[in-house]
């Protein structure tokens, strides 16, 4: 892929799935093989000088009604989901910055808009999501980009969601969303950051991330039958988190 020609990379939990996919796509070294993450990206930086790009991939999921959610299982997901993104992007940063450029990708996912019976990993993705909107305004001005994705393939972790499995095709592999990844570490996307860019086979398109509603209402002061008359003539709620999660 020329696009990454004498780019150094580093992707999270390419050992299988997407990662792979994405590894391969980019045709980057795939360093990590668990440890901490600093120690991952000094691998990179000692083996090729610096470090380009992270992709931050690696993660968790499980379903279970929220009722019967496990504290233990939730930590292990945060862990993995939220604090791993946020550590290996803290310590690439802290390279890119020292050059004045580098491109972080951070992966979300769909279902941060509310997926039934993964609350967890909703919350988990969303997370990354609002991360990637703070990282993305502290870094411009260094010269390193930031952008999250949202891809959907099959994969193991469709295989064991009941939801997921339903709805996907065994057609929509790893490797038709590994396109979006490379051109987001390439020079290709200069000037592309803050974005979430949702990628589902044959669809492409931006995720906006939660901002303010159009019509704004202005009052003196709000109480609650005006709150209620605002809802019943001015305020257009949004579809409920059901119907948004399957778009």
Not at 107 to 136: D, H, M, N, Q
Not at 188 to 202: V, Y
Request: net charge positive; hydrophobic share 45%.
């Amino acid at each position: 892929m020329g696009v990454l020609e004498g780019k150094a990379v580093v992707i999270t939990g390419a050992g299988r799935g997407l990662g792979r996919a994405y590894a391969l796509h980019a045709a980057a070294l795939i360093t990590g093989n668990g440890g901490q993450a600093a120690a991952m990206v000094g691998r990179c930086v000692r083996a090729f000088g610096t470090i380009d790009g992270l992709v931050g991939n690696a993660g968790l999921n499980y379903q279970v009604p929220p009722w019967d959610d496990d504290p233990a299982r939730i930590r292990e997901l945060v862990e993995v989901n939220v604090l791993g993104v946020v550590y290996t992007g803290l310590a690439a940063m802290r390279v890119m910055r020292e050059r004045g450029s580098g491109v972080l990708v951070n992966v979300a996912s769909g279902s941060l808009l509310g997926k039934p019976g993964g609350a967890a990993y909703s919350a988990s993705k969303g997370a990354v999501a609002s991360l990637t909107c703070s990282w993305a305004a502290d870094l411009a001005e260094r010269g390193i980009r930031v952008n999250a994705i949202s891809p959907l393939a099959w994969t193991r972790m469709v295989e064991a969601d009941e939801v997921e499995r339903a709805r996907m095709s065994r057609d929509l592999t790893p490797a038709l969303a590994a396109p979006l990844v490379t051109y987001l570490l390439s020079d290709l996307s200069a000037g592309l950051t803050g974005q979430l860019i949702r990628l589902r086979g044959d669809k492409l398109h931006i995720v906006r991330q939660h901002a303010v509603k159009e019509p704004v209402l202005t009052s003196p002061r709000w109480e609650v039958a005006d709150i209620a008359a605002a809802f019943d003539n001015g305020l257009v709620p949004e579809p409920p988190p059901g119907e948004r999660w399957k778009l």
